[in-house]
């Protein structure tokens, strides 16, 4: 079974803190994926990443950063995090391009961010 | 500009009654859709998918049916059951050449009552 696992579930943070949430994947995926979840927003994709050391803007990049020194470990940054960050954080993972069919996205269980 | 959208934002069913939640899109370069369930606390899970070359999929008491000139699918639980109760989130993807990046509706809130 796939494992994807973020280290923290539930995190309070000061606004201006500079906030790490990080990621691991067990499955040796190359794709690597940050999702934010709002209420009547659904999942909205952040970065993403295809690649070691490569990553891509996805569809709110604004106020955060992202980090893949290694294939297994995707980690999201909030450089100065804002109380409109607060969210449920999604991590992701996904073997191949999506040229497969059979191909899926597994998610890690989510971190609960608020910024107060 | 919602590619993928479910405007229906919850869904109530007695137990072994169908539940049919709907999902449409607007991009018809879309050429696979999924169904995630989320229990609250958790992260989402795979459900079931469809290729855009078929038109319905099954799997157990899980069905998705896609029309594409309606650019619209949905999918059918039956007989529903009080465990099926979650949000439910229709995906989209598109052919790329990098990664497997989906695009996701708000979801639907499904409450099955026994």
């Known amino acids: 079974d796939v494992k994807v696992t973020q280290s923290s579930r539930y995190l309070v943070k000061r606004t201006g803190e500079k906030v790490f949430l990080e990621c691991v994947q067990d499955m040796d995926h190359e794709n690597m994926f940050w999702y934010r979840q709002d209420p009547g927003l659904g999942l909205r994709l952040i970065y993403f990443?295809?690649?070691?050391?490569?990553?891509e803007k996805g569809d709110i990049p604004e106020g955060y950063s992202v980090s893949r020194e290694k294939k297994e470990r995707f980690s999201l940054i909030l450089e100065s995090a804002s109380t409109n960050q607060t969210s449920m954080y999604l991590c992701a993972s996904s073997l191949g391009t999506a040229a497969h069919s059979g191909n899926t996205i597994y998610f890690g269980e989510g971190s609960w961010l608020t910024v107060v | 500009d919602q590619q993928v959208k479910q405007n229906s934002p919850s869904l109530s069913v007695q137990e072994g009654r169908i539940s049919i939640l709907n999902c449409d899109y607007t991009n018809s370069m879309f050429d696979y859709f999924l169904w995630y369930k989320k229990y609250p606390a958790e992260g989402p899970t795979f459900l079931i998918s469809i290729s855009s070359i078929k038109d319905k999929n099954e799997d157990g008491r899980f069905t998705v049916f896609l029309n594409k000139s309606a650019k619209h699918l949905s999918l059918h639980i039956v007989p529903s059951q009080p465990g099926d109760s979650a949000v439910y989130f229709c995906?989209?993807?598109?052919?790329?050449?990098?990664?497997?990046?989906?695009?996701f509706g708000a979801g639907t809130i499904l409450r099955v009552k026994s």
């Open positions: 995906a989209a993807r598109g052919y790329e050449e990098y990664g497997n990046k989906l695009v």
């Open positions: 990443s295809y690649d070691v050391k490569m990553k």
